[in-house]
Nanobody
């Protein structure tokens, strides 16, 4: 069981960078997937990036590959999402989430969620 708190959202210029943080409390199992999702107005919540808590393997949505990086530094209770070369279509509320069941689930299958942090991309 974990508790998640996002931070780091804000206003960024197109082409710029932001780093989101997800502070994790509780005792996550090594097989948990920590995921970042985003939701723009009128759209479905979509998967952005994920990382296995213990192993460290990662997955990314095609739309962010090469631009975003998810990480969990060793022995640190924080998951990061580094967002580079940001585009207007990256604007959304970003959520940190945890899935007890590993890879394969949709957002509906994630068990724990943070409160969200808003990212605005200006031009």
């Amino acid at each position: 069981q974990v508790q998640l708190v996002e931070s780091g959202g804000g206003l960024v210029q197109a082409g710029g960078s932001l780093r989101l943080s997800c502070a994790v409390s509780g005792r996550p199992f090594s097989a948990y997937v920590m995921g970042w999702f985003r939701q723009a107005p009128g759209k479905e919540r979509e998967f952005v990036a994920g990382i296995m808590w213990g192993e460290g393997s990662t997955r990314y949505a095609d739309s962010v590959k090469g631009r975003f990086t998810i990480s969990r530094p060793t022995a640190k209770n924080t998951v990061y999402l580094q967002m580079n070369s940001m585009k207007p279509e990256d604007a959304a509320v970003y959520y940190c989430a945890a899935d007890r069941d590993g890879w394969g689930g949709t957002y509906q299958n994630y068990d724990y969620w943070g409160q969200g942090t808003q990212v605005i991309v200006s031009s």
